[in-house]
């Protein structure tokens, strides 16, 4: 089992779907090598509503997050 899917219980539920979200995003993202339409399509997301999700969940592109999913 992945380490994304660890719940923690002090959390609402506001917070831990937030949370999983963006874990989950992040790891398919990463699957995907980056790719936003290849993740957008696999978890049944239109590509600009995932790009919405992403700002929503603070989710940029920005040199951390290049990072998280393997750019040099």
Same mark, same amino acid.
């Not at 719940?7 to 917070?15: A, C, E, H, K, T």
């Not at 949370?19 to 990463?30: M, N, R, S, V």
């Not at 600009?48 to 999700?53: C, D, E, N, S, V």
């Not at 992403?54 to 999913?69: A, C, E, G, S």
């Given at each position: 089992?992945?380490? +994304?899917?660890?719940?923690?219980?002090?959390?609402?539920?506001?917070?831990?779907?937030?949370?999983?979200?963006?874990?989950?995003?992040?790891?398919?993202?990463?699957? +995907?090598?980056?790719?936003?339409?290849?993740?957008?399509? +696999?978890?049944?997301?239109?590509?600009?509503?995932?790009?919405?999700?992403?700002?929503?969940?603070?989710?940029?592109?920005?040199?951390?997050?290049?990072?998280?999913?393997?750019?040099?």
């Amino acid at each position: 089992m992945d380490k +994304f899917l660890v719940i923690d219980l002090d959390m609402d539920i506001r917070n831990a779907r937030s949370h999983f979200e963006k874990k989950y995003i992040l790891a398919q993202i990463k699957k +995907f090598n980056g790719n936003i339409s290849k993740t957008a399509n +696999f978890i049944g997301m239109d590509r600009t509503a995932l790009h919405r999700k992403m700002k929503d969940l603070k989710i940029h592109p920005n040199d951390r997050y290049r990072n998280i999913i393997g750019y040099q």
